[in-house]
Structures are given as structure tokens and as C-alpha cells.
């Protein structure tokens, strides 16, 4: 059974940096592209970032790009989101999703976990 | 910047069909394919269809996904309705180094 199991969230004051890990189990960590979605409260859903599967290719949303860095652990099955200077905006739930194997969408989800930037 | 439009909401009867709208803002829908998730209330996203018109095991039939090229839009389809599809559903695609999902549909079943 696929399980993707995100930690790491919190409360961080405005400028702040946070660490995302998610925790893979279930299948072939390495052989996936892994990506990380946002919701922020009552919103609708926003990708964040991808990462093939050996750290090749990588990407981010445009609005993101310098102050989030993703990385994986294949040794681990463990995939990162490094998130700094935050900002309230950045408050969200972020989920950690498996792409499917030849195209640019999600099979499986984890459940998330809540970022609050506030002071 | 390519957009991906969607009703705010839809809602139908128990028992009956629901067509859920994702209309692309430039170019073509088929330049890459759409996929469908559902959110339930307090709930991760889960996937119901992915590249245009494929299920995933476990997802029941009565999800379908098509496209439209005269319209430029894909179309989440969901015959039989019950209670447990009452959700918001999500369209993403990708463009330009960017996946982009829509605003969401909120399904109400009553």
C-alpha cells in the first residue's frame, strides 16, 4: 500500500524557515517524480514544486522560486521542502504527491501538514 | 498565463448525472492531459481520473472523464449520484514548466 506521511509543520513567525519532510512507503521511491501542493485555508489547490526521480529535472512555481528548495533521499524514501523567508501567505497545508509514472498529474496524496506563518 | 476555469459549484439529485466543466484559457486542452481530484470535507485530495479519461482501481465507473476540443475543456462525468460524492473537484493540467489546477467545483448532492 502507497503511504506518503508529511511532518514537520508548524507555526513560524513571519521571515522565518521551516522544513518539510515526507516519509515514503509502499513502492519504488526512486523510480517516481515526487511533488509538494499547497492549500491555504477555504482556498482551492496550488503546486508548489516537483523533483524527478533522481533529482534531475526540478521546478517550482514562478512565485516561489528562490525562497523554496525541494530535495529527495532516495536512500531514505524520504522527500524535502525547505521553505524560508516566510510570509503569512505561505500559510497552508502542504501535501506531499506521488506524479503518476508518464504524465504531469498525482495518484496518490498524503495527508498533509499545516505551515501557520504568523507572529 | 494558461488558466483553467471551472463553476464555482454544481449540485444535482441522488441518482442522477452530474457534469463538472474545465475550460482551458489559451491553446489547446489536449496540448497535455487533464486530470481530476476529489476533496471531501476535512479530507486529503484523492485521484478519480487522470490522463483525460483513465481510472484509477478502486474509483467506481460511474466516474468519467472526457475531452472537447471544440470548446477547449475537459468534463468530469458522474452518473448515479450519491450522497458520498458530495465534494470539491479539481482539474490540473500543465503548461509551460507549470502544472495548473482550477479554482475548484464544489458538488452538492440533495
Known amino acids: 500500500e502507497v503511504q506518503l506521511v508529511e511532518s514537520g509543520g508548524g507555526l513560524v513567525k513571519p521571515g522565518g524557515s521551516l522544513r518539510l519532510s515526507c516519509a515514503a512507503s509502499?513502492?519504488?521511491?526512486?523510480?517516481?517524480?515526487m511533488n509538494w501542493v499547497r492549500q491555504a485555508p477555504g482556498k482551492g489547490l496550488e503546486w508548489v514544486s516537483s523533483?524527478?526521480?533522481?533529482?534531475?529535472?526540478?521546478d517550482y512555481a514562478d512565485s516561489l522560486k528562490g525562497r523554496f528548495t525541494i530535495s529527495r533521499d532516495n536512500a531514505r524514501d524520504s522527500l524535502y521542502l525547505q521553505m524560508s523567508s516566510l510570509r503569512g501567505e505561505d500559510t497552508a497545508v502542504y501535501y506531499c504527491?506521488?506524479?503518476?509514472?508518464?504524465?504531469?498529474?498525482?495518484?496518490?496524496w498524503g495527508q498533509g501538514a499545516l505551515v501557520t506563518v504568523s507572529s | 498565463n494558461f488558466m483553467l476555469t471551472q463553476p464555482h459549484s454544481v449540485s444535482e439529485s441522488p441518482g442522477k448525472t452530474v457534469t463538472i466543466s474545465c475550460t482551458g484559457s489559451?491553446?489547446?486542452?489536449?496540448?497535455?492531459?487533464v486530470h481530476w481530484y476529489q476533496q471531501r470535507p476535512g479530507s486529503a485530495p484523492s485521484t478519480v481520473i487522470y490522463?483525460?479519461?483513465?481510472?484509477p482501481s478502486g474509483v467506481p465507473d460511474r466516474f468519467s472523464g472526457s475531452i472537447d476540443n471544440s470548446s477547449n475543456s475537459a468534463s468530469l462525468i458522474i452518473s448515479g449520484l450519491k450522497t458520498e460524492d458530495e465534494a470539491d473537484y479539481y482539474c490540473?493540467?500543465?503548461?509551460?514548466?507549470?502544472?495548473?489546477f482550477g479554482g475548484g467545483t464544489k458538488l452538492t448532492v440533495l
Open positions: 504527491a506521488r506524479s503518476l509514472y508518464n504524465s504531469r498529474g498525482i495518484d496518490f
Open positions: 509502499g513502492f519504488t521511491f526512486s523510480s517516481y517524480t
Open positions: 523533483i524527478s526521480s533522481g533529482s534531475s529535472y526540478i
Open positions: 489559451s491553446g489547446s486542452i489536449t496540448s497535455n492531459y
Open positions: 490522463e483525460d479519461n483513465q481510472r
Open positions: 490540473q493540467s500543465y503548461d509551460s514548466s507549470n502544472w495548473v
